[in-house]
């Protein structure tokens, strides 16, 4: 069974960067599409950003571009998600996880997913 372990949240001010990591058990980076997603309290899981195995990434949230990115390590096994210009409004818990299907898509729907992670907490203060 393989595990995703996501690292790196923590409560930094806005315009502050964190950079997310999410170290998969199995060698599975290379070969499965890996994405970030988050939940805000009271808020629907989104899609944030998403990387295929031939580093072709994909934004699926607006609000994001240009301030983060998504990234993979093949022989770490790790993926990560680079966060600068924290904003409040990016509080949330962040995750990754592997979808089913062999390309990115925000209109997968969350049950479609082979493996999340615990989740990390991103905490952003003004």
């Known amino acids: 069974q393989v595990q995703l372990v996501e690292s790196g949240g923590g409560l930094v001010q806005a315009g502050g960067s964190l950079r997310l990591s999410c170290l998969a058990s199995?060698?599975?980076?290379?070969?499965?599409?890996m994405g970030w997603y988050r939940q805000a309290p009271g808020k629907q899981r989104q899609g944030v950003l998403c990387i295929n195995p031939d580093n072709y990434n994909t934004t699926f949230s607006d609000s994001v571009k240009g301030r983060f990115t998504i990234a993979k390590d093949n022989a770490k096994n790790t993926v990560y998600l680079q966060m600068n210009g924290l904003k409040p409004e990016d509080t949330a818990v962040y995750y990754c996880?592997?979808?089913?299907?062999?390309?990115?898509?925000?209109?997968?729907?969350?049950?479609?997913?082979?493996?999340w992670g615990q989740g990390t907490q991103v905490t952003i203060s003004s």
């Open positions: 996880a592997t979808p089913k299907a062999p390309y990115c898509s925000q209109y997968i729907s969350l049950t479609e997913y082979r493996y």
């Open positions: 199995g060698n599975i980076i290379s070969t499965y599409v």
